[in-house]
C-alpha cells in the first residue's frame, strides 16, 4: 500500500510561482491572510535531504516569498516554520502575524483566544492579497 503525500500534488492550492524544484502557494485561511507555504516539488523529508545548490534555491525562495509579505502585508512578526510532523515532505510555512489575530502570541496551531479577531482588520489584509501575488511573482521573476 502507498501512502498519498498531499503535497506531491504539484496542481493543489492557489500556486503564484511554479518552478521545476519548488512551488509557492497562497494558503486559503480566512483568520490568517498573506499566509504562504513553499514546498519542494520532490518528496524530501529534510533540508539536509537536499543538495547544497538546492539547499541554497530553497532557502532563496523562503526569503522572497518573506520579504514580499513583510512589504505588502506589514505584520507585526514573521512565523516561519519547517515542521513536517503530520506531512513529511518539505515545505515551509510563512505567516504574517498581528497582535490582534486569533492566536497571538501563540502558535496558530493552538488554541484560538477566546476574543474574537477583528473583522474589519482582516477585511483590510484580505485586500492587500492581490498586491501580494504580483509582489511574490515579480520578486521570482528577477
Known amino acids: 500500500m502507498s501512502i498519498v503525500c498531499e503535497l506531491c500534488d504539484a496542481s493543489a492550492g492557489d ?5 521545476d524544484q519548488l512551488r509557492v502557494i497562497l494558503v486559503d485561511d480566512v483568520n490568517y491572510p498573506g499566509f ?4 519542494w516539488n520532490a518528496h524530501v523529508k529534510e533540508m539536509t535531504d537536499l543538495s547544497e545548490a538546492d539547499r541554497n534555491t530553497f532557502t532563496q525562495a523562503v526569503w522572497k516569498v518573506e520579504a514580499a509579505i513583510r512589504a505588502v502585508m506589514q505584520p507585526h512578526k514573521m ?8 506531512v513529511p515532505h518539505l515545505h515551509w510555512h510563512l505567516i504574517p502575524r498581528y497582535t490582534d489575530d486569533a492566536h497571538f502570541p501563540n502558535p496558530i496551531w ?15 489584509r484580505r485586500n492587500l492579497l492581490p498586491q501580494l501575488r504580483q509582489t511574490i511573482m515579480s520578486n521570482f521573476a528577477s
Open 110 to 124: 493552538a488554541a484560538v483566544r477566546s476574543d474574537a479577531p477583528d473583522q474589519s482588520a482582516l477585511d483590510v
Open 79 to 86: 512565523n516561519v516554520a519547517s515542521l513536517g510532523n503530520m
Open 15 to 19: 500556486i503564484l510561482v511554479s518552478t
Open 36 to 39: 504562504c507555504r513553499v514546498i
